[in-house]
């Protein structure tokens, strides 16, 4: 009954492949995340989606596509991957609050390029 | 200069002692203030979500806000090993802007 799951959570991959990173939550939240975090522990937002639609594109290489098949799934796929693309991934939902938003945050996706 | 700083520690306390952590902001639009707890190989979780100035307490935790100085804090009283943990500050202007994090500060309370 995890409320945001992403699989897998471990990828070891070599350059220039293509892979997946799924995200699923049951909390019923209408907005989902792509973070970043880099080895200093700084996260970054990539995406952002509501109900579907994307909200929020930071300045990401286009290498990276999310796709929001439904407002519980956003998954991320990454083409031609590169070294500087070995990070941690974290998807999010989020519940609004009043006039406020607060983030529900999976477990990561260790990405590492080969 | 990043929109939040935020020391990266390490802090090191013994077990008991009240931990600080604070955050430094630029931009004045802030208005709600949040602090996470991140474990080692976890996603970060929601401690503490406030909104504008002032104090919220919750078990031994407590958030300040100060507005006027752009400055949050988070202390934990009573600390034990288990709050080990990297503390990151987030802030956002309102639901739908981007959440802003700090860079986060490793806590270590030892036995």
């Known amino acids: 009954d995890t409320a945001v799951s992403q699989t897998p959570k471990y990828l070891v991959t070599q350059m220039g492949n293509d892979k997946s990173i799924k995200c699923e939550q049951n909390?019923?939240?209408?907005?989902m995340y792509w973070y970043k975090q880099d080895s200093k522990k700084f996260l970054k937002i990539m995406f952002s989606?509501?109900?579907?639609?994307?909200?929020i594109n930071e300045t990401v290489p286009n290498r990276f596509s999310p796709k929001s098949p439904d407002k519980a799934h956003l998954n991320l796929h990454i083409n031609s991957l590169e070294l500087g693309d070995s990070a941690v991934y974290f998807c999010?939902?989020?519940?609004?609050?009043?006039?406020?938003?607060?983030?529900?945050f999976g477990s990561g996706t260790q990405l590492s390029v080969l | 200069q990043k929109e939040v700083e935020q020391d990266p520690g390490p802090l090191s306390v013994p077990e008991g002692a009240i931990v600080s952590l604070n955050c430094t902001y630029s931009?004045?639009?802030?208005?709600?203030f949040m602090w996470y707890r991140q474990y080692s190989r976890k996603g970060p979780e929601l401690l503490m979500y406030?909104?504008?100035?002032g104090n919220k307490e919750d078990g031994r935790f407590t958030a300040q806000v100060d507005k006027s100085s752009k400055y949050i804090s988070l202390f934990i009283r009573d600390s034990q090993p288990s709050d080990s943990a990297t503390y990151l500050c987030?802030?956002?202007?309102?639901?739908?802007?981007?959440?802003?994090f700090g860079g986060g500060t490793r806590v270590l309370v030892k036995p």
């Open positions: 999010a939902s989020s519940q609004i609050v009043g006039s406020g938003e607060k983030l529900f």
């Open positions: 909390l019923g939240h209408d907005t």
């Open positions: 989606y509501n109900n579907k639609e994307l909200i």
């Open positions: 931009n004045s639009a802030f208005q709600y």
């Open positions: 406030t909104y504008s100035s």
């Open positions: 987030a802030m956002i202007k309102a639901a739908g802007n981007k959440l802003t």
